[in-house]
């Protein structure tokens, strides 16, 4: 998932002073895009033909320059500047008792920092296995994209425990050094490739099978149901590649959003995202990750998005896929909300954007 720059379109609207100012930029931006493209990008020493993307830091300031959005978004959730949440638009922790996990997730913390990828191997080891037989993880057939479902955490206190575990949310929470909200609601995503990388690399894919970066400011926690190995169906992510400003100006297809495979391992280790079932994965999706297929080698996981604030993706839309056995997703607005007994100030109000009916 990515966020389009905003790339101008169309004549600009406002006063004339601001449309003036519209024009300049949008005159500058598509000159940059240009010589970029026609010069600097086709340089094979550090760019590689067909990708243009790059985190070499000279060419993100420029970027960051030219298509300010995803800066300006970290700066005003405070994610880089420095800007105290009661100045932000970011949420201020609540006050009072926290997860007694909070002490427990400073060492976490820093690793997240540090890497932009973190493992809390068979943290939901007894969960892994009920979910996966209750939603029937196995018997999604081979494909050449992904089964995504939906799953209300109302449904199955196991899913609601996994998304607002005391341990996860305290990691997060001091992460941002805000309140983290759910940003959607958590998916069964199964992979179960009937293709290997070359065969989906022929057509358009739903795979994510080139290093990207996704929406700004979020961390996505995925909990593996199925065992995932270094040879299987994985995810992999270029360790602490989070620490860049990424930026992409754009033009066709997208051209300098992607880096190449290439660029990626010469500048970064590689992590693969295995483990047992009921292994977290946390991640920092503004780091540059993608999907590697192994054809006929099976993963589920559950995937949970958070964000400080921004990107909330609204509920409303998505219909129920409920077939007897599988994941149910009702509208999470029509509940009266979710069973937050024994839950503290911080894991209930994670829940409160996307579902409007739960106390906080
Ligand atoms: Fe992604």
């Known amino acids: 998932m990515m966020t389009n720059p905003g790339n101008s379109g169309g004549a600009p609207t406002g006063s004339w002073p601001v449309r003036l100012i519209k024009r300049v930029r949008n005159w500058v931006y598509k000159t940059a895009v240009f010589v970029l493209n026609a010069f600097f990008l086709r340089n094979r020493r550090w760019y590689y033909p067909g990708f243009y993307g790059t985190d070499a830091p000279g060419v993100l300031l420029l970027k960051n320059l030219l298509a300010p959005q995803r800066l300006l978004t970290k700066l005003a959730y405070g994610r880089w500047g420095g800007l105290p949440p009661r100045l932000s638009r970011a949420t201020p922790l609540p006050s009072g008792a926290k997860p007694r996990e909070w002490e427990e997730a400073g060492p976490y913390v820093e690793r997240l920092r540090a890497d932009g990828v973190l493992f809390l191997p068979g943290r939901f080891a007894a969960a892994a296995g009920i979910i996966a037989e209750k939603y029937k993880a196995r018997a999604f057939p081979l ?47 199964v992979a179960h490739p009937s293709v290997t990388r070359k065969e989906a690399e022929r057509k358009p894919s739903d795979f994510a099978l080139c290093w990207h970066y996704d929406t700004v400011n979020l961390v996505d926690v995925h909990m593996l149901v199925s065992p995932v190995t270094p040879e299987g169906t994985r995810m992999q992510y270029a360790r602490s590649s989070h620490r860049r400003h990424h930026a992409f100006l754009g033009g066709t297809h997208y051209g300098d959003y ?79 909300g979710f069973d937050t007994t024994g839950l503290g100030a911080l894991q209930r109000r994670v829940l409160e954007k996307v579902a409007p009916g739960s106390p906080s």
């Open 143 to 189: 494909s050449d994209a992904y089964w995504r479902t939906m799953i209300d955490p109302g449904d199955d206190p196991r899913i609601l425990g996994v998304i607002t575990d005391g341990l996860l949310i305290s990691i997060i929470a001091r992460y941002y050094g805000s309140q983290p909200f759910l940003r959607n609601l958590p998916h069964l995503t």
């Open 258 to 336: 992607n880096p190449s495979h290439a660029y990626v391992s010469d500048h970064y280790e590689i992590i693969d995202l295995c483990g047992p079932p009921g292994t977290a994965v946390i991640v920092d999706s503004n780091g540059l990750h993608r999907m590697e297929p192994v054809k006929g080698a099976f993963r589920a996981e559950i995937i949970t998005s958070y964000s400080p604030g921004n990107s909330i993706l609204p509920t409303e839309g998505f219909v129920a896929t409920s077939t007897d056995n599988y994941a149910v997703h009702p509208n999470a607005s029509a509940r009266t």
